[in-house]
């Protein structure tokens, strides 16, 4: 475990000390490339800039939106078009249907099925006093599955009245780089049912279960 944990925070250094030199790169340029980097050095709220720290662990955060949870969200989109009669062909003849498979994927499967939040001041939740400080873990997956919030929540339904789940977070410290994900995600339906309008499972192997 602690050789783990040291992997782990030499990993996140090398990646916060390659991203600075990019900063620093585009100090030496004029800040003047329209990729995100230089949008967020040139980016101001009230007066102020981001300084260089910010900026780069804000493009560090941004950074696993392409990496596990969204490649494991794709394949459980995937198997939904596959599994459930009749949905690959629905969706692939009408695109707007890409936007609530995602939407319901994240509900119904979510990659991470837990969050951990710190409490800013003594609360209590359900009767249980949590004092200031203390670490919470969120269960995503049981509030995606809310039957006061989700009219029958154990089905996958594509049609369902949109609601926001808890896939993403909620509030300040939801995710953000989730536009990102989103994107990514329709771009590889879109591909998938551009080029392989015929996808099906193969039937001599069982089908796969998530």
Do not use: W
């Amino acid at each position: 475990v602690a050789e783990g944990r040291r992997i782990a925070a030499q990993s996140v250094k090398s990646l916060y000390d390659a991203l600075m030199v990019q900063v620093q790169k585009r100090h030496a340029e004029g800040v003047t490339g329209d990729d995100i980097i230089s949008r967020l050095m040139r980016a101001e709220y009230e007066g102020r800039k981001l300084n260089d720290h910010e900026v780069v662990t804000f493009t560090r955060s941004l950074l696993p939106a392409a990496g596990e949870t969204t490649t494991r969200t794709f394949s459980a989109a995937l198997l939904f078009l596959l599994t459930i009669p009749g949905l690959y062909e629905r969706v692939r003849n009408d695109r707007t249907l890409v936007a609530k498979l995602i939407d319901e994927s994240v509900r119904f499967e979510p990659s991470a099925t837990f969050k951990v939040r710190e409490t800013a001041v003594d609360t209590e939740i359900g009767g249980v006093k949590i004092p200031k400080g203390s670490f919470v873990q969120c269960m995503v997956a049981a509030a995606n599955r809310d039957e006061t919030v989700f009219e029958n929540p154990d089905v996958f339904a594509i049609d369902r009245r949109q609601k926001p789940s808890f896939g993403f977070g909620f509030g300040p410290h939801m995710c953000i780089g989730q536009f990102v994900a989103k994107l990514e995600l329709s771009c590889a339906i879109n591909a998938i049912l551009d080029f392989l309008p015929n996808l099906r499972l193969d039937p001599a192997y069982p089908t796969p279960k998530i």
